[in-house]
């Protein structure tokens, strides 16, 4: 007896202990602060031309909203949501149990509130830190806000398939306004935010269909609607808003996010404006280069591979379209911004700029062929071909441009010494820290598509250090100027080498340089209409492409998320990718290359030595160099090549 007493009093005391923390935890989210929820239309985007692109959201009150909508959300997300105070403890449990019995983490239990805390102020990594900070938001709306001002939040700014909002996706699917919808409509919408990517009606309409049968029979469960009703709505015959493909860019959403990333780092916008709103943001956003990338992906990519590209103006740095990722509705994470992955290749341009200013030319030659290099302290370092294919000769460097030779960089690499590339890439602009080694020259080392973009604008501009921009100016909603972008015109690269060097990089689709291999563009040659100085990167994981000339750069990445192999093909779909690109945006455009600069000689030479052309040759090209060191006939290359230790 006395024992039960004892475990009475302890069970008791526990009891008493958790409610006290349960309502200190609540009457301190009451005396915080009341949390800032938006509900005004804040940004107004405009494209490079100053039309209107769109606004970031187009909001309903609770109370215009039709009720079969809400009633459809609750049902389906969160049954007890006018019931509960931000967590519902049952279906925690439920989903804990399910869990740990199926060995995953698959059924979750978030009710509307904590998903709302999470669209407004929180990632979506997870983690026990965001996870925590979720649960006191949610608790602070709770506090702060109705449950009628929660779900006017939450359907305001959930994902509906890459729209955002029930009156924007309402006007999206249907044509009309979140308050006019039928019950069929409804259902239909209210089932898209699970898995936005798979039931969303344009996407997948037998896989919607079937999600609208689970929302009507929730909705009949909780008693909104009866079996009649359900079987009324599931065979209404929807008609959809027609969509013009040419004028849906779903892809914009990476863009945007982008501005906005950009609007938050502005610090001349008060944070009230932030906040509340009325800023009319003035872009660089091109729809003609947007449409390019986002046609292309839809016509080359038909495996779940992830892409990214940039269109940028390498003149003024400005972005004028890109792409995060495949499917935006699946996946917000922006790959062209955020995802440092190793660029293999792509690094070679600057490692040859750097030698071609250390007194290398076009005719440089160097013996690529299997080979060790030994360096400090006996250390080694044995670098491959791609494909382990060599031309066990000596190649030029103009050879070993248009193959992608690696021991040829990993040579001039080691000659100019390892600290010259890294501070070559400090100087067109990469951020990134690199560290001075010997697989550098090859792009062992992660860097983000954007910079690399941006290093790849100043070899187009001919030398200008350029910064990378979404936003040219803003206003508030009365037109007063708040912010313009202003460029600067630092000149960090020779003129006279970039020419030279972008006539080299052209030579990647040059047939003339078919040799032991193809020249590693050559693939897409029949495809491009103009001249174009190209680099491509091939690694295990990574598939890159930059291309440019004088009025725009264009860089592509492919690869998995997940760092899966890539399949040999890849390589050959990145690429062909990139040519659609590059040619849908150029279409109709002036073909413009760079006029040869006054200090710069052109002189037929043999595409393998390197050495003057003469009739016994089966190829010739057009080479450029500088004045004085272009070759002649008694031109000893030998005298050019520096010597490495290495052993073979």
Known sequence: MKKSKKIFKIFLFITVFMVAIYGGIYLYAWMSPKLTVNSSKSYYFYDKDENLITGT???????????????????????????HQGFDYLRIAKALYNNIKSNSNGE?????????????????????????NEAWLTIRLETHYSKEE??????????????????NASKYYFGKSASDLSLGEASMLAGIPNRPSEYS???????????QKVVLNSMERDGYITEEQVETAYNEILVFDDKNDDDELNSIMYYQDAVIEELQAIESIPSSLLKTGGLKIF???????????????????ETDIQVASIIMDPNSGAILGLVGGVDYSKSQYNRALSNNRSVGSTIKPFLYYAAL????????????????????????????????????????????????????????HLFLGTDVLVDTMKRVGVKTKLDS????????????????????????????????????????????????YKATNETVLNKSITFILSELLANTSNPNFIDYTYPTSYVISNKLTRKYAIKTGTTEYDHLVFGYNKDVVVSVWSGYDDNRELEYGDST???????????????????????????????????????????????????????????????????????IKYEE
């Open 357 to 412: 200013e250390n007194n290398f030319t076009a005719s440089t030659t160097f013996t690529s062929e299997k080979t060790t290099f030994v360096f400090s302290e006996n250390q080694t370092y044995s670098p491959t071909n791609y494909g382990d294919e060599y031309p066990n000769k000596e190649i030029s460097l103009a050879n070993a441009i248009a193959h992608s030779d690696n021991i040829y960089a990993v040579k001039t």
């Open 201 to 211: 009606p344009f996407v997948n309409l037998d896989s919607a269909k079937k999600r």
């Open 283 to 301: 872009t660089s956003f091109d729809p003609k280069a947007q449409e390019a990338i986002e046609k292309s992906i839809k016509e080359d990519i």
């Open 437 to 484: 080694i010997p697989s550098l020259a090859l792009g062992s080392q992660p860097i983000s598509l954007i910079e690399m973009t941006t290093a790849y604008a100043v070899l187009a501009n001919e030398g200008h250090k350029v910064e990378p921009h979404f936003i040219e100016r803003i206003e508030d909603i009365n037109g007063n100027v708040l912010y313009e």
């Open 573 to 643: 779909t990145n690429k062909n990718l990139w040519a659609d690109i590059t040619e849908k945006y150029l279409e109709g455009k002036e073909d413009n290359w760079y006029t040869m600069p006054n200090n710069v000689v052109g002189v037929l030479v043999n595409p393998q030595t390197g050495k003057i052309a003469n009739k016994n040759d089966e190829k010739s090209v057009i080479q450029y160099y500088l004045k004085g060191t272009e070759p002649s006939n008694d031109y000893n290359l030998d005298d050019a090549v520096p010597t």
């Open 57 to 83: 959201d187009e909001w309903i009150s609770y109370e215009n909203l039709d009720q079969d909508i809400i009633n459809a959300t609750v049902a389906i997300e969160d049954r007890h949501f006018f019931n």
């Open 108 to 132: 979750g239990a978030s009710t509307i509130t904590q998903q709302y805390a999470k669209n407004l102020y929180l990632d979506f990594d997870k983690t026990w830190e965001r996870k925590i």
């Open 150 to 167: 929660i779900l006017e939040g939450y359907l305001n700014t959930i994902n509906y398939g890459g729209i955002f909002g029930i009156e």
